[in-house]
């Protein structure tokens, strides 16, 4: 495939002009993206009888957008309980969770998501529980999710401040106070380095000439769902809203010396500075809300400017589907609404997100090697009264207006 005559934003890391090509093309080869180029560099000779040719006539080509915080595919559009997958509310610590166990593509919302441009999401369960369970990234084209998965799994759901407190609180259960919130996870955690311990002790012991032999503990599905936490290998992604929880947060990651991205981050604008001291990587969002439970009455469109003057790393979130996923593109907007500006508000929705789920490898950019995941839109994808009009996800057209 080769789309031509295109105003490429590349969104490489580089934040400069040099990213875009006013005149531009893209070659493809199977799922990966071939060539990138301008078209006083163009040779004609490419152009053969078996390729496809997009004639891009000056419109808008992106990679395609990304949500690194969703719960697609396990609360699904128009069903209520029968497609509500998102929280095990029996159990405060469900650490052995797999959200592809509860994804389900055929749900609407994954069409819509790609008439957005939206071709990569991490999906995961919500924030009923202190430990939640596992995120994955995933394509949003496909029928079956194990031919979706980019990355699985990506990230550990820990949860802090509102949300525990008022699921488990109403039926007079741990944990009703942030306490016990804290408890929880830094409970589990222990019993997850203890069993690891123990793993080691009865491996070294296998490998002793003294005699001796030290028997593995019993099998524990949480603690080794949580293994990976501990020895770094995923991140910890922790539900906080309220700048009390994000020290929290933060707190915890620190003793026990994990990896960690905060969720939404709804008062990061009040303690920009100290999160920048502690290199705090972040999701922020979802702006498209109101201000509906108490620890979000802080929540401002500044949100986005402040922390990337303050230079952290940061991602824009749906949080769908609190917010629509098609509707990713407009808390971009909303964001330079609010002071950031307007490549930085590009970045937030690609490279930036590709950064955080450690996938910038394989997309989030228009680069030599990386999946064709592509969007072409008819103009700003900013203003809301453009739109995607053809989408490509692994070399091939999914979407077309």
Known sequence: MIIKNARIYSMCMANSIKNIIENGYVKTSGSLIDEVGDMKDYNFNIEKNDIDIIEAGGKWLL?????????????????????????????????????????NPMDRAFREALEGGITCVATGPGSANPISGQFTV????????????????????????????VCYGEKNETPETRMATAAIIRENLKKAQKYRDNLKKAEDSK???DGEKTDEPDFDMKCEALLPVINRKIDAHIHAHRADDIFTAIRICKEFDLKYVIIHCTEGHLIAEELAKDNVRAIVGPIISDRSKPEMRNLELKNAKVLSEAGILFSLTTDHPVAPLQYLPYCAALAVKGGLDFYGALKAITINPAVILGIDDIVGSIEKGKHADLVLYDGNPLEIVNSAETVIVNGKVVYKK
């Open 63 to 103: 990679p395609g957008f990304i949500d690194a915080h969703t719960h697609l595919g396990m609360y699904e559009d128009g069903i209520k309980d029968e497609g509500d997958d998102l929280n095990e509310i029996t159990d405060p610590c469900t650490p052995h969770l797999r959200a592809i166990d509860a994804v």
């Open 138 to 165: 995933i394509k949003t084209h496909g029928k079956r999710i194990d031919d979706m998965i980019i990355k699985e799994p990506v990230s550990m759901k820990f949860a802090l401040g509102e949300n525990p407190k």
């Open 207 to 209: 490998e002793s000439d």
